[in-house]
């Protein structure tokens, strides 16, 4: 939740413990927790991460994310897999993934339980996400596990057994101020880790904050290395070269920036060097530009694919394909709000760039509207008019699939079929396959988009 005024601090905690006292009482699937306390006296459990920072701002909490102190990674195991499923996922250093009885992980956020943790860059780790190296003891203070995170607000943790909170780099007083700040030295974190840098700018977005000053200005730095490649090139008998910053971490953050606020995302974006780098097009644009991001705040539906093609409407449409075939914005899950498939942002961003597209669309023939911009894009496309402005034939664009989709007995586009088979054609006008019946195929189409053909033995009797 977030104040025009900053709480007071007192009041933070409050709430917070009030909140997480509440949720510990009557969540099912945190139902383990004193039962391991009480089973292990010996042991300290504590959540952390973002679910104390989002149970600070009374924001849904999804996961949950707990440390264990005090007792042997083989204890925990076997004392949750008598509860529910348990999984190892990092077997270096302690992490598992808890699946409580009756809540399997495909209904429900797995539960993370690790050991204290201590990470340090690997030799010679140019800053990847994945370049380190990591440790878990049992007895270490949770406050060292703490200090590798990356930004104050996720530097907290709550002691179930005590109930008192742990807060050593004053996560609630950035909290307060809303405000994304790096923990210890900001630089140094950013190196160890360049994908941060596009978290800061993600997680400002998603919570309204602003990101503080010395750190901005280190991601402002470090933004320069964010195409560091390793490795070497397979003709010289050595291994293919990598990007050290991960492009499927890099296109995740930036699309979940982009989806909750694509406008103040992108200035973000460009003020970090973040564009200046990975799209260095849509940054020339925006300093010729100063009010080119401007359309994006007027999206009605935000979805990635529309908001890259806006981003990219200015620029060549080869280039376009060059920036996005470079990223992986397509590698998330089928169906998931980050995926944007590029072949469907290059069809959009075409579009937009042919200014002369919107009208040469409303004018094809029924059937090539449909196919090549109903079922397609039309969406889209109209919802990216409307924002840049052009309400006009955006609204001209959308009354014609409306007429259609009226014309078909349908509500919306994904409902329509065609009357006719091509079979259907041949029987009744007794003809062999051929181009022909293709042309009559489209006729067929035409005729039941505009109405003049309501069942398909009307339409096949106009035909005749």
Same mark, same amino acid.
């Given at each position: %939740? *977030?104040? +025009?005024?900053?709480?007071?601090? =007192?009041?933070? !905690? ?5 909140? /997480? ?112 190296? %990591? *440790?878990? +003891?049992?007895?270490?203070?949770? =406050?060292?596990? !703490? ?5 104050? /607000? ?311």
């Amino acid at each position: %939740m *977030q104040h +025009d005024t900053p709480p007071r601090y =007192e009041n933070l !905690l409050e709430t917070f413990l009030e909140k /997480i006292k509440d949720v510990l009482e009557h969540e099912p699937t945190l139902a383990f927790c004193q039962d391991f306390l009480r089973d292990y006296p010996q042991a300290e459990l504590f959540l952390v991460g973002g679910s104390v920072r989002d149970f600070f701002l009374q924001r849904k909490n999804k996961d949950f994310d707990f440390i264990i102190r005090g007792v042997e990674a083989t204890s925990i195991e076997k004392w949750f897999k008598e509860r529910g499923d348990i999984n190892l996922v990092g077997s270096h250093f302690g992490v598992f993934k808890f699946s409580p009885n009756g809540f399997p992980a495909n209904q429900f956020e797995a539960i993370d339980l690790a050991l204290p943790r201590t990470e340090h860059a690997t030799e010679g780790s140019l800053g990847g996400y994945k370049d380190f190296e %990591m *440790q878990s +003891d049992p007895s270490l203070p949770v =406050e060292t596990d !703490l200090s590798r995170r990356d930004f104050t /607000i996720n530097a907290m943790a709550f002691d179930i057994r005590s109930s008192k909170l742990l807060d050593p780099f004053h996560g609630q007083k950035d909290l307060q101020q809303k405000m994304i700040r790096a923990v210890g030295v900001p630089l140094e974190r950013f190196s160890e880790d360049m994908t941060r840098m596009l978290r800061a700018i993600r997680q400002a977005t998603q919570l309204g904050f602003e990101i503080e000053p010395e750190t901005f200005q280190a991601i402002q730095t470090k933004m320069a290395d964010i195409n560091l490649m390793k490795g070497e090139n397979k003709e010289k008998g050595g291994q293919e070269k990598k990007y050290v910053a991960a492009r499927e971490v890099i296109a995740k953050e930036m699309a979940k920036a982009l989806i909750h606020d694509p406008q103040k995302a992108s200035e973000l974006f460009y003020a970090s060097g973040a564009f200046r780098e990975l799209f260095p097009e849509i940054h020339d644009l925006r300093t010729a530009q100063p009010e080119y991001f401007s359309p994006l705040g007027q999206l009605k539906n935000k979805n990635s694919e529309t908001i890259l093609a806006l981003l990219l409407r200015e620029v060549d449409p080869n280039l376009a394909a060059k920036r996005l075939r470079s990223h992986q914005f397509e590698n998330a899950p089928p169906g998931s709000p980050l995926r944007a498939e590029t072949r469907q942002v290059l069809a959009i961003q075409k579009f937009l760039f042919d200014k002369t597209s919107p009208q040469t669309t409303l004018s094809l023939p029924p059937h090539l509207f449909y196919r090549t911009f109903m079922a397609t894009y039309g969406a889209n496309f109209i919802n990216a008019l409307h924002a840049l402005g052009q309400h006009v034939i955006a609204n001209q664009l959308d009354q014609r699939q409306q007429d259609f989709c009226k014309n078909c007995g349908v509500e919306n586009v994904s409902q329509m079929r065609s009357l006719v088979t091509g079979k259907e054609v041949m029987e009744a006008l007794h003809l062999s396959p051929g181009p022909k019946v293709g042309a009559l195929l489209q006729q067929a189409f035409d005729l039941q988009l505009t109405g003049q053909g309501k069942t398909k033995e009307e339409i096949l009797k106009k035909l005749s």
